[in-house]
């Protein structure tokens, strides 16, 4: 089971609702040389909620331009597109990508459902006050300081610990790494924050759900642990 190595470390703090004009973020995404794939990012027709981002690559100008998978588009180059046909969004893209850079507001999945139920509208006046900008920077690449943990012995117990905080949801630090175990092996460290688990992001992940994947990767014998190091 994977709570044999995986303790929850949690504290009484109260968690603190985001406002609505903070669930949203403009990231402006430009090519880049060093990566010949263009932005880095995917769609995919059959997913719900339209233009919900399908994969983003770790190195990407997406991925720096703070893009993640299950983000959901609302505008790309300010233009609203959820009324949009798939087609034209990827023409829209393709274009963009011709003048090397495209600018895409963005929400998180769970944001986006927690709006629709409320029956609030995606529109520019809930984001009228969101002010963060990203832009794809080599420098910010390296003080990211991301570090891909790959596993290659599976023992029942990896030898690691994830400490979770009520207060900040979607954070999670390894902890409690045992001296040649699986995950020193692997080269993870105590106090690394989890960012990917074998390419799922964990940002919007409970912990349940965390514990989850990591079970379900770790039977697959396919675990691969994307870590930001401080």
């Known amino acids: 089971m994977v709570s044999t190595f995986i303790v929850t470390l949690f504290t009484n703090s109260v968690k603190n609702d985001d406002d609505e004009n903070k669930i949203f973020k403009r990231c402006v995404v430009s090519l880049n040389p060093e990566y010949p794939e263009g932005f880095g990012f995917t769609l995919n027709s059959e997913i719900e909620p339209k233009f919900t981002i399908f994969t983003v690559e770790t190195d990407s100008p997406a991925y720096a331009a703070n893009l993640r998978a299950s983000d959901v ?27 090397g850079s495209v ?26 006050n969101e002010n963060t900008l ?12 991301l570090h891909l943990c790959e596993f290659d012995v599976y023992e029942e117990n990896l030898g690691f610990s994830v400490a979770s905080l009520k207060s900040n949801p979607g954070i999670f630090r390894v902890t409690d790494v045992v001296p040649g175990s699986s995950a ?47």
């Open 73 to 99: 588009i609302v505008e790309i180059d300010k233009k609203n597109i959820r009324r949009s046909e798939f087609e034209k969004v990827k023409s829209m893209i393709l274009q963009s990508k011709k003048n």
């Open 103 to 128: 600018e895409i507001l963005a929400i998180s999945k769970q944001a986006y459902l927690k709006l629709k139920s409320d029956g609030k509208k995606l529109s520019q006046n809930l984001a009228t």
């Open 134 to 145: 990203f832009f794809y920077d080599k420098k910010k690449i390296k003080k990211m300081n």
């Open 184 to 230: 020193a092996i692997s080269n993870l460290k105590d106090n690394d924050l989890i960012v990917e688990v074998s390419g799922t992001n964990v940002e919007n992940l409970s912990y349940d759900d965390l514990i989850a994947l990591l079970q379900k990767k770790k039977c697959e014998r396919n675990l691969k642990i994307l870590i930001r190091r401080d």
